[in-house]
């Protein structure tokens, strides 16, 4: 049995971790409650982005536009969004597995990473980063999304890279992220059945002007848009993991420290005992 040193040093060592990670759940509580809002807000606008562009382009036929065909470079880029700290849970690495235990390739992927965790664990294993943007994660912006969609487009459209996906974790609630992979680019038109139910009719789609013209509009604030409602939804997706990893540590902590207690107040409690018997014992020889 442990002498009541070491379970008192151990104690205070648990309590003082108990008191970190007390404090850190209070932080991703408030940074929570911001970016939750964001991610709330923002989040009707993307999805309508998403379903109108798709619904739009199952309504359309004929049409031979660079961004609905896939390139032909065998190269896949991936845009993967993950956090620059740890202590989340499985946020980080469950957005990793979308890569490492995917359908893809190795050799033909290039790794677009925002957050120092997703680059860090994509490299280990062997991935090709080309391009690494840790600060974006802190606060992202809409010009940020703008920025790594024009870079993208333009390699796209030089045939570097053939299709373009997005690996993030999508926000439903406080307790559940879904670790997501979107395919961007090309893109492809909703089911033909489903946008006729929606609709109820199977009307063709018209454009003004010509829909070469009206894509090369459309497609690329389409691809700026998911980038951004990404970023925003990782952003929320973290502060509710690392709040739920950190109330587990807590609790945790506790019923350790409770443990401990316990098991001091035996210690002394056998010790007293003890000291009482030699006390006895001597007591008796004496006399």
């Known amino acids: 049995m442990a002498s009541m040193r070491d379970i008192k040093r151990r104690k205070g060592s648990i309590q003082s971790t108990q008191q970190i990670t007390k404090a850190m759940k209070l932080v991703s509580t408030v940074k929570l409650q911001r970016a939750k809002q964001r991610a709330e807000q923002s989040k009707a606008y993307f999805n309508c982005m998403y379903e109108t562009v798709t619904s739009m382009l199952a309504k359309t036929s004929g049409l031979n536009h660079p961004y609905l065909k896939a390139g032909e470079s065998k190269k896949k880029a991936v845009i993967v969004i993950t956090s620059n700290r740890g202590l989340a849970g499985g946020y980080n690495s469950n957005i990793v597995k979308l890569i490492t235990k995917g359908d893809f390739n190795k050799e033909d992927l290039e790794i677009y990473a925002i957050g120092k965790k997703g680059k860090d664990a994509l490299h280990r294993h062997g991935y090709h980063i080309v391009e690494d943007n840790p600060d974006i994660i802190e606060e992202p912006s809409y010009v940020d999304a703008m920025v790594i969609s024009d870079k993208l487009l333009k390699s796209f459209a030089a045939g570097e890279i053939g299709e373009i996906y997005l690996a993030y974790t999508r926000f439903k609630n406080t307790v559940v992220h879904e670790p997501t992979l979107l395919k961007l680019l090309p893109v492809e038109p909703a089911d033909s059945a489903e946008s006729e139910a929606e609709t109820g009719s199977k009307a063709m789609m ?22 951004y409602g990404g970023l925003v939804e990782a952003v929320a997706s973290e502060n509710g993991a690392r709040m739920q990893a950190m109330d587990s540590a807590t609790s945790n902590a506790e019923e350790m420290i409770d443990h ?17 018997t030699e006390i006895i014992a001597g007591a008796n020889a004496i006399s």
């Open 260 to 276: 401990l207690s316990l098991m001091y107040n035996r210690a002394r409690q056998g010790s007293i005992t003890q000291e009482l």
């Open 206 to 227: 018209n454009f003004e002007p010509e829909d070469d013209e009206a894509l090369d509009m459309i497609i690329p604030k389409y691809v700026t848009s998911l980038i």
